[in-house]
């Protein structure tokens, strides 16, 4: 009987060494997947970091562009501005210069009906 306990508790025993083995390999590969996640997640981090980095960039150089493009609508608006204004200015003239032709002509006329009376 004691042989009998001997080997049971050898098979025990090596059943308990397996298990423990199982067990190692178990707590391996899940510390190993644990790791494989914690770096894919790091990376994935990494990546966004990265794609944060490049649409900050982008925006950035979109609103820069449509900085430079405010800046020439403006320009073009000032442009506008300035050429209506010389525009009104060269109208005001020419009626003024209409104006004064026609004062001027009616002068010419009215001589000219005064030396005819005379």
Do not use: C
């Amino acid at each position: 009987m004691d042989i009998e306990i001997k080997e049971e508790f050898k098979n025990a025993k090596e059943e308990l060494e397996h298990a423990t083995e199982e067990l190692k390999t178990f707590r391996n590969k899940k510390q190993e997947r644990l790791y494989e996640l914690l770096l894919k997640m790091a990376n994935e981090e990494e990546r966004n970091d990265h794609q944060k980095k490049y649409w900050g960039i982008m925006i950035d150089e979109l609103r820069e562009e449509k900085a430079r493009l405010n800046n020439r609508v403006k320009f073009f608006m000032d442009q506008m501005v300035y050429y209506r204004n010389k525009l009104t200015e060269f109208n005001n003239n020419a009626v003024k210069r209409k104006s004064e032709t026609v004062s001027s002509e009616e002068d010419v006329d009215r001589r000219a009906s005064d030396r005819i009376k005379k």
